[in-house]
């Protein structure tokens, strides 16, 4: 059972290029995320999907752009990679069950550095 | 503004002593409250959670006290192991969202 994939595991850009950050869920997910990390501090939600054709916007969501072509799938873009996006990018995935509880299940991450 | 705010960034325990993280909320809507492990390299994981409507839960050696009324749960880890060395995340969830709030981590290192 492989979960949350993300890939790739590291990359190193340059200012001003572009890059996508794939990410697959084979647990038949509704909702996706994508968090960012910055050092010794919490997750903060970039954005998030509650289904194939829908996104929507997080904390953070400046220079970034995502799709949610299949329920599988959702990549992150970054158009012009900037040093503040310096950071370890989480991929996420979670059914929705209410208020009852609802387990989200992480990737591994991907450490991106832009210099 | 930082919704879950969590104390203290790092900590350092001996082997068989108590871990407590201590966290508070601000917005009354959060329904769920989950407990994250990362190890280095890792993403986070479950550990543990619980609502609002029960004061304690208890899991092998973790436990979640939970006050409602003053906004603010702790996470007890008894009995600490160097297993435990980790990065520790309070969380908050609205259900009606499905957007968790995380707290800004707690670094637990345990010495054998």
């Known amino acids: 059972n492989a979960g949350v994939t993300q890939t790739p595991k590291f990359r190193i850009l340059k200012i001003g290029q572009s890059m996508t950050l794939q990410c697959t869920q084979d647990m038949n997910h509704n909702y996706m995320y994508w968090y960012r990390q910055d050092p010794g501090m919490g997750l903060k939600l970039i954005y998030y999907?509650?289904?194939?054709?829908?996104?929507d916007k997080g904390e953070v969501p400046n220079g970034y752009n995502v799709s949610r072509s299949t329920t599988e799938d959702f990549p992150l873009r970054l158009e012009l990679a900037a040093p503040s996006q310096t950071s370890v990018y989480f991929c996420?995935?979670?059914?929705?069950?209410?208020?009852?509880?609802?387990?989200?299940?992480f990737g591994e991450g991907s450490w991106l550095t832009v210099v | 503004q930082q919704q879950v705010k969590q104390s203290p960034q790092s900590l350092i325990v001996q082997k068989g002593g108590i871990s407590i993280i201590n966290c508070a909320y601000e917005n009354t809507a959060f329904d769920y409250f989950p407990w994250y492990q990362q190890f280095p390299g890792k993403g986070p994981a479950l550990l543990i959670a619980?609502?609002?409507?029960?004061s304690e839960k208890k899991e092998g050696r973790f436990t979640i006290s939970f006050n409602k009324s003053a906004k603010q749960f702790s996470l007890h880890i008894m009995d600490s192991q160097p297993g435990d060395s980790a990065t520790y995340f309070c969380a908050a969830l609205k259900a009606a969202g499905n957007k968790l709030t995380f707290g800004g981590g707690t670094r637990v290192l345990v010495k054998p």
């Open positions: 996420a995935s979670s059914y929705l069950t209410g208020w009852s509880g609802n387990t989200i299940y």
């Open positions: 999907s509650v289904g194939a054709g829908i996104t």
């Open positions: 619980i609502r609002p409507d029960v």
